[in-house]
């Protein structure tokens, strides 16, 4: 009888702790997705408040380790030159296109995502005539979603940073948190590639490479960067 009356009070126990556990797993989810749910509805207020939509140029989800994924949004270009009237010139007098992008990487994951962005000082040769080449600047400029209407979605300045940072690196190393967003300016001059340019930052594995085109001029891609999540 004592042996039967002990069992089915660790029965008891037993339920009651599995109950728990599974109350705590359930409330744990709960609560993750409360503020997955929140983090998502705030982003996509903003995003319909500016008509985000209509700036975007590619939209694309990946997935990482784990079936975990992250967004890059890629902007159409803005510029042709650095302002009204006015195009860039380096200290020897050599013209050049310009254009101005910005990437926003969301990450979709309970786990903050590691972005490490290195864009060399090269001078790249991807276009199709013989002279040409193109550069690429970071900006560190905050992004505003209140100047995507504005020319060069509202950068000014562009002359003396283009000017200081000609021969400079770009270094961008940045935690995204769970849900959050990230979004930076990217720069672009082309030498003797007039056209109409379009860009984009794309994930392969945990490689970052950004993709320029100058049309009729061709395109190239440039490693820039690593992503992956934090450890």
């Not at 302002?83 to 786990?111: H, M, V």
Request: proline fraction near 5%.
């Amino acid at each position: 009888m004592k042996r039967v009356l002990f069992l089915s009070i660790c029965s008891i126990v037993w339920l009651c702790s599995c109950g728990q556990k599974s109350k705590s797993i359930t409330e744990k989810a709960a609560i993750e997705s409360d503020i997955r749910t929140a983090a998502y509805s705030n982003l996509g207020q903003q995003l319909q408040n500016h008509d985000l939509q209509k700036y975007i140029y590619t939209d694309t989800t990946y997935t990482l380790a784990n079936g975990k994924r992250i967004t890059i949004l890629n902007s159409f270009p803005k510029g042709g030159m650095i302002k009204p009237g006015t195009q860039y010139s380096d200290s020897t007098g050599k013209l050049y296109g310009f254009a101005c992008f910005w990437t926003r990487i969301i990450n979709e994951t309970d786990i903050p995502v590691e972005l490490n962005i290195n864009v060399p000082t090269n001078s790249f040769r991807i276009f199709n005539p013989p002279d040409s080449f193109l550069k690429l600047f970071l900006h560190k400029e905050k992004f505003s979603l209140d100047k995507l209407s504005k020319f060069n979605y509202g950068l000014t300045e562009i002359k003396p940073f283009l000017d200081e940072n000609f021969d400079n690196a770009g270094i961008l190393q940045k935690t995204i948190n769970p849900y959050e967003e990230h979004t930076f300016y990217m720069m672009a001059l082309s030498y003797q590639a007039a056209g109409t340019p379009r860009a984009g930052l794309f994930l392969k594995e945990h490689d970052l490479y950004y993709e320029m085109s100058v049309a009729p001029h061709g395109s190239g891609i440039v490693p820039v960067g690593k992503i992956a999540l934090k450890k």
